[in-house]
């Protein structure tokens, strides 16, 4: 999806600098084609066109740098099941069958629970701690580690926010209630819903409608409301229950190959740098612009929202902490990354305590008031 919003020249700037030094300099020929070769690349998302803000990331992805080589590096977007269906799109970029894809880290946690730590895992970062942990305290460089040992780098490609906890047939009024519930959901979250006897099921996107209607599912979580809205599952689910404790702010990755990565020309790499950076900070800004509405009109339409009972939380709190140990008791990388995901996590905290959660909590009275 083409983005509406401004669009920055500083790709350009940055190539045309890395390709001769000031801009007003003019390059021979000859120079600019060693220095820009034309490539033809694939970014395959894990995601239909129907998520416009999902898939339409690797569209303004492609855009962006296009415009900024003058189309000698172009980057063309797939959307899910187009070259590999969403399961196998990690390992194929991996592989170097695909240059580029556009999905969760946690498509790859069944091979390493390390990934998830790249996206989301149950009582972790918000969306802003995800990105603070990123860019400054030093996850990236924690993950490159990880990622290398797969064939792999990556860039942040987004963020959801925190997501909806999902659509079910009857409330959730105890933890009891989660015994033997059908839900659709995946990740380390399956894991900690697992540990109260649910039944987590692996159910596509597509299909989960027809599966709470048959009643061969009980409840499914998805995203949040401007993407759970073209599911329609008020319909046949209509108890909303909120927060996603598992994903309170789930990170958006775009892979590359890193064989591929390396033998890009420094030009190139600074573009898609700069052209994922603008990415990462569109899709979280059109979530937060885009939720606020559709969940008006989800409500309008049937859905009832219903927060998770305080037991729950905190059961499930202690079941994710519970599956944590375990891991980390077997993995290495997870226990090493996961720690520095808690000290920051708490740090973190510390100054939202003060700061931000003093504001919004008064701000969010205040409107109440009108």
Do not use: C
Not at 54 to 70: H, M, P, Y
Not at 149 to 174: D, V
């Amino acid at each position: 999806m083409a983005s509406d919003l401004p669009r920055p020249s500083l790709p350009r700037r940055a190539l045309l600098a890395g390709l001769g030094g000031a801009a007003a300099a003019p390059l021979a020929a000859p120079a600019l084609a060693q220095a820009a070769p034309e490539l033809r690349w694939r970014v395959a998302s894990a995601y239909p066109k129907t998520l416009d803000i999902l898939f339409g990331a690797s569209e303004t992805l492609g855009r962006l740098v296009g415009e900024a080589t003058d189309g000698r590096f172009q980057i063309k977007p797939l959307a899910v099941g187009e070259a590999v269906p969403a399961e196998g799109l990690i390992d194929a970029v991996a592989s170097g069958s695909l240059e580029m894809g556009h999905a969760p880290a946690t498509l790859a946690a069944a091979k390493d629970p390390t990934f998830a730590l790249a996206t989301a895992l149950p009582f972790g970062l918000n969306a802003r701690g995800q990105n603070a942990w990123w860019h400054a305290g030093g996850a990236a460089d924690l993950f490159s580690e990880v990622f290398a040992k797969q064939g792999l780098m990556s860039l942040p490609g987004g963020n959801t926010g925190a997501q909806m906890g999902g659509w079910f047939r009857r409330e959730i009024k105890t933890a009891a209630d989660l015994q033997g519930l059908k839900i659709r959901i995946a990740g380390l979250g399956a894991q900690v819903l697992a540990k109260f006897g649910a039944q987590p099921q692996a159910t596509a996107g597509p299909d989960i409608y027809a599966a709470l209607e048959s009643k061969a599912l009980d409840a499914a979580e998805w995203i949040g409301p401007y993407d759970d809205e073209k599911l329609g599952l008020q319909k046949v689910a209509p108890i909303y229950h909120y927060p996603g404790f598992w994903e309170g702010g789930a990170m958006l990755h775009f892979w590359i190959n890193a064989e591929k990565w390396k033998g890009l020309p420094k030009t190139y790499r600074a573009v898609l740098q700069s052209a994922a950076a603008q990415v990462g900070a569109e899709v979280q800004a059109k979530y937060d612009a885009r939720n606020p509405g559709a969940l008006r009109r989800l409500v309008a339409g049937g859905a009832q929202l219903r927060p998770f009972p305080q037991d729950v939380m905190e059961a499930a709190l202690k079941h994710a902490n519970d599956v944590y140990g375990e891991i980390a008791g077997r993995n290495a990388d997870f226990k090493r990354v996961y720690e520095a995901m808690k000290t920051f996590r708490n740090e973190e905290y510390l100054w939202f305590q003060v700061a931000e959660y003093t504001y919004d909590n008064f701000m969010i009275r205040a409107r109440a008031r009108g």
